[in-house]
């Protein structure tokens, strides 16, 4: 069986953070989708389908959240993996939004690379396997 290319939009307002986990996620098999800006990769997630999305909650346009919540109630990524990025998770009370939004991880900032594409890789497993 071949091994399917898992597309991952990222959104990072921060061009070295950006930098950074496109070069780590890349190296991880990834294709990445990088975006500047929420109202940017929310008009992505409208236009096409994602195994994965990656975003950092403080970003120009649209927060991290806001995205989510746009996303989670109609097109193709209503039901895709979200994993948000945040240095104010306690401000945010993420522990409900991420049960309401399903969020499926959070990720505290500053964050290890390498801890983000294992746990990424533990849900992506399934679409890069087949």
């Not at 991290?64 to 097109?75: F, K, P, Q, Y």
Request: charged share 20%; with cysteine; net charge neutral.
């Amino acid at each position: 069986m071949g091994w399917a290319v898992c597309k991952i939009l990222v959104a990072e307002d921060s061009f070295a953070l950006a930098n950074l986990l496109t070069f780590v996620l890349s190296n991880a098999g990834y294709t990445v989708d990088l975006h500047r800006t929420g109202a940017s990769a929310y008009e992505a997630c409208c236009r096409r389908k994602y195994d994965l999305i990656l975003l950092d909650q403080q970003m120009p346009k649209m927060t991290g959240l806001e995205v989510i919540e746009a996303i989670r109630t109609a097109g193709p990524n209503s039901h895709t993996p979200v994993f948000l990025c945040t240095a104010k998770s306690h401000e945010l009370g993420i522990e409900a939004v991420q049960e309401r939004l399903a969020i499926s991880a959070v990720f505290q900032k500053p964050f290890s690379p390498k801890d983000l594409v294992r746990h990424l890789k533990t849900v992506s497993q399934p679409a890069m396997t087949e």
